[in-house]
T-cell receptor, first 110, second 111 residues
Framework: GESVGLHLPTLSVQEGDNSIINCAYS??????FIWYKQESGKGPQFIID?????DKRQGQRVTVLLNKTVKHLSLQIAATQPGDSAVYFC?????????FGAGTRLTVKP | GAGVSQTPSNKVTEKGKYVELRCDPI?????LYWYRQSLGQGPEFLIY????????DSGLPNDRFFAVRPEGSVSTLKIQRTERGDSAVYLC?????????FGAGSRLTVL
């Protein structure tokens, strides 16, 4: 079956620095990828998505990079703020079947 | 409604009891998903509905777990003979195909 995993379980950054969260996926048939943010006691919230026909997509302060050759996904957060502290999950989908990785906890130090 | 609604938000039950968890998706969303999340883990896929039918139920851990979506809107996840290992947050999400919108989850504690 498909597995989606993350390289680092925790990441600590200084406020104002850029953050990079990485993710590896195993199913080469995955055609759609999403990054979610989850705060304590809440469900995951959509951050940004990318389809397999793209390598890069930018949002407000966030960028997702997709490397299909090595099946790697990354989330870059610019000028990280205390409100960005949360657990971040990548998810990959094949034909609407969406699976999640274990998550990375991002802590932003003031 | 404006978002995905899950009830109850918290459920404490005793081992061996039967539990029902309800999900009210965003109006018009055809796809509905159930996930289970244990502390410190990512959401674990359970089942996915497209309309009234289960498109993929391969994530249900055993035959004690069952889910229905009889009219293609509200869904109920049913757990029979609950075990302590069933304790987790059960997340529901809906979509039109693409981004999943999640509810806040139902926290199940089996004593």
């Amino acid at each position: 079956g498909e597995s989606v995993g993350l390289h680092l379980p925790t990441l600590s950054v200084q406020e104002g620095d850029n953050s990079i969260i990485n993710c590896a996926y195993s199913n080469s048939a995955s055609d759609y990828f999403i990054w979610y943010k989850q705060e304590s006691g809440k469900g995951p919230q959509f951050i940004i998505d990318i389809r397999s026909n793209m390598d890069k997509r930018q949002g407000q302060r966030v960028t997702v990079l997709l490397n299909k050759t090595v099946k790697h996904l990354s989330l870059q957060i610019a000028a990280t703020q205390p409100g960005d502290s949360a657990v971040y999950f990548c998810a990959s989908s094949n034909n609407n079947d969406m699976r999640f990785g274990a998550g990375t906890r991002l802590t932003v130090k003031p | 409604g404006a978002g995905v609604s899950q009830t109850p938000s918290n459920k404490v039950t005793e081992k061996g009891k039967y539990v029902e968890l309800r999900c009210d998706p965003i109006s018009g969303h055809t796809a509905l998903y159930w996930y289970r999340q244990s502390l410190g883990q990512g959401p674990e896929f359970l089942i996915y509905f497209q309309g009234t039918g289960a498109a993929d139920d391969s994530g249900l851990p055993n035959d004690r777990f069952f889910a229905v979506r009889p009219e293609g809107s509200v869904s109920t996840l049913k757990i029979q003979r609950t075990e302590r290992g069933d304790s987790a947050v059960y997340l529901c999400a809906s979509s039109l195909g693409g981004v999943l919108t999640f509810g806040a989850g139902s926290r199940l504690t089996v004593l």
